[in-house]
């Protein structure tokens, strides 16, 4: 019996928690929409003009608004924690500037979207795990979540990783009183039901991957 989450509906969870812009690591570094949409912006102005860089073309500022229904949007989601949202980061921390994100005093362009990078790049890459599809057995209807030409232990070290990240990135918003009571600051991290969903989706594909 394998207990699986909704794939889908756990991004779409972590795209709208990212609407709370108090979401950071725990060293402050932004995580939040707010910061995507100035990465987006830049793009978009590159070099003066509008829509400069081809993969900005993909998003629109209704993918940031954070309203009722782009909320409710997987499709929103997983454009915006993407590799096209890499791709866009990536482009700002080279021209090292931005009239769309403040950066602040002795702090670089890479370490400060440097999290958010990473949280679009993991989410991306969690997401295409869990919503590829290959034939197995020669069955059309008997799909196996393996993307082909990658290993079973390939794809169950991936979704292992990720947790590893988010419990670094859920220790860093963790201290512990001088009594022993250990205390997460909950509002700059995940949902806990969205993080507890997360670890169920990623230890139940793990396992079974190794079924199949």
């Given at each position: 019996?394998?207990?699986?989450?909704?794939?889908?509906?756990?991004?779409?969870?972590?795209?709208?928690?990212?609407?709370?812009?108090?979401?950071?690591?725990?060293?402050?570094?932004?995580?939040?929409?707010?910061?995507?949409?100035?990465?987006?912006?830049?793009?978009?102005?590159?070099?003066?003009?509008?829509?400069?860089?081809?993969?900005?073309?993909?998003?629109?500022?209704?993918?940031?608004?954070?309203?009722?229904?782009?909320?409710m949007?997987?499709?929103?989601?997983?454009?915006?924690?993407?590799?096209?949202?890499?791709?866009?980061?990536?482009?700002?921390?080279?021209?090292?500037?931005?009239?769309?994100?403040?950066?602040?005093?002795?702090?670089?362009?890479?370490?400060?979207l440097?999290?958010?990078?990473?949280?679009?790049?993991?989410?991306?890459?969690?997401?295409?795990i869990c919503n590829?599809?290959?034939?197995?057995?020669?069955?059309?209807?008997?799909?196996?979540?393996?993307?082909?030409?990658?290993?079973?232990?390939?794809?169950?070290?991936e979704?292992?990783?990720?947790?590893?990240?988010?419990?670094?990135?859920?220790?860093?918003?963790?201290?512990?009183?001088?009594?022993?009571?250990?205390?997460i600051?909950?509002?700059?991290?995940?949902?806990?039901?969205?993080?507890e969903?997360?670890?169920?989706?990623?230890?139940?594909?793990?396992?079974?991957?190794?079924?199949?």
């Amino acid at each position: 019996i394998f207990l699986l989450d909704d794939p889908p509906h756990v991004l779409k969870r972590v795209a709208a928690r990212m609407q709370n812009n108090g979401i950071t690591w725990g060293d402050g570094a932004p995580m939040g929409m707010e910061i995507l949409k100035g990465v987006w912006m830049t793009n978009k102005y590159a070099n003066g003009g509008p829509l400069a860089l081809s993969p900005a073309t993909k998003l629109s500022e209704e993918h940031f608004s954070g309203n009722s229904a782009t909320k409710m949007r997987v499709k929103f989601a997983a454009q915006v924690l993407s590799g096209t949202m890499v791709n866009l980061i990536d482009f700002t921390i080279t021209r090292g500037n931005s009239l769309f994100i403040h950066v602040p005093p002795n702090t670089t362009m890479d370490a400060f979207l440097s999290r958010a990078r990473e949280l679009c790049g993991k989410f991306n890459r969690w997401f295409d795990i869990c919503n590829s599809k290959e034939k197995h057995n020669g069955n059309d209807k008997d799909y196996v979540h393996v993307q082909k030409g990658t290993s079973a232990d390939g794809i169950t070290k991936e979704l292992l990783d990720l947790l590893r990240w988010v419990e670094q990135w859920k220790a860093s918003h963790t201290t512990t009183r001088p009594d022993g009571k250990i205390i997460i600051d909950w509002d700059s991290f995940l949902t806990k039901e969205t993080y507890e969903s997360l670890k169920l989706v990623c230890f139940s594909f793990a396992a079974l991957i190794k079924e199949v």
